[in-house]
């Protein structure tokens, strides 16, 4: 079987981070064309460099890393240094990156890879803010036809929001981009709130991570004893879920999740809704369906591939 090929768009954020060392310990499935960065959890000053920084932790040194869009479409930049600390990777004591970032703008990236590519092979994969994504798409309208798919964290239905009562944070910092990318008429998967929070770190399963005993390991038993804080604080959960992984582990091993072709809308009128990730589960509106909304997965087969895969680091 080829191997995937994907484009990464991120805001790292130690969930991102697990996300994308997942992938790169998968060539077998993955195909890491590039990572591009986006302002998010942290500012893109520091999305780009922890993505780099990952990378290098992974001895993945040759992976091209673009900086993107420094801010939300037409909102102000809302970010989360209270979850993911001020550099967005706090935990481990990881040092600066050496290799370079790319040159060319993340959006040029996204545009001229998929022109440059075959038709209908190249999927996307964001893990943060749509930014990118939805520029990409306002400025190269063409690019659309020649996704294959994108998969993406963000979004919630049974379990609300997470930054707000209605609306995870990433759907909620650009709701406008999350518009255009779900009106785009691209396959669309998303692992909303509903399935992540159900890919739980327990304490047995961190264990595992540091158990590995390599740096990569020990770096990701690190940030989720720092990341686990908040969500401990804010649910009363036994650790914290690993939310962006769920993106790349349904690339490798689609089997381990369950949802269902559904209408999404993204609400970006109301400021008490702002960002709400409006999910016809049941079916009681006329909309056409837009999107794979997955609303559980297999936790222990999850957690099993995810360890096995960073212990190849």
């Known amino acids: 079987m080829t191997a995937r090929k994907i484009i990464i768009d991120t805001d790292p954020g130690q969930d991102d981070a697990v996300a994308i060392l997942l992938a790169l310990a998968s060539p077998e499935d993955i195909d890491i064309l590039g990572i591009t960065c986006v302002a998010g959890n942290v500012p893109l000053e520091l999305t780009q460099k922890n993505a780099r920084i990952v990378c290098e932790l992974a001895g993945k040194n040759d992976v091209k890393v673009f900086a993107g869009c420094d801010r939300p479409l037409r909102r102000d930049l809302v970010t989360a240094e209270h979850v993911h600390g001020k550099t967005g990777l706090d935990g481990p004591i990881l040092p600066d990156p050496q290799m370079v970032l790319q040159d060319a703008h993340a959006v040029d990236f996204i545009i001229d890879t998929l022109r440059a590519e075959a ?13 990118n994504i939805a520029t990409a798409f306002e400025k190269a309208p063409d690019i659309m036809d020649r996704v294959q798919e994108i998969v993406l964290m963000g979004g919630g239905y049974f379990e609300g929001g997470n930054i707000t009562p209605a609306a995870e944070f990433n759907i909620y910092v650009d709701p406008q981009a999350a518009d255009v990318v779900f009106k785009s008429g691209i396959h669309i998967v998303v692992m909303p709130l509903d399935v992540t929070h159900k890919a739980l770190v327990t304490k047995t399963r961190n264990d595992a991570f540091r158990a ?15 990341f686990e804080r908040f969500d401990k604080e804010k649910y009363g959960s036994e650790g914290a879920p690993l939310h962006d992984p769920c993106v790349t582990a349904y690339l490798i091993s689609p089997n ?4 269902r072709h559904i209408n999404v809308e993204i609400e970006t009128q109301s400021e008490l809704t702002m960002g709400a990730t409006v999910a016809d ?17 297999d936790a222990d087969g999850f957690f099993s591939l995810l360890t096995e895969r960073l212990a190849r680091l």
């Open 119 to 131: 038709p209908g092979t190249v999927t996307l994969c964001p893990l943060g803010p749509l930014t």
């Open 212 to 226: 590995i005993g390599t740096p990569v390991g020990t770096a990701v038993a690190e940030m989720t004893d720092f």
């Open 256 to 259: 381990l999740f369950k949802g």
């Open 281 to 297: 589960w049941w079916g009681v509106s006329d909309r056409k369906p837009n999107a794979l909304f997955i609303g559980d997965l």
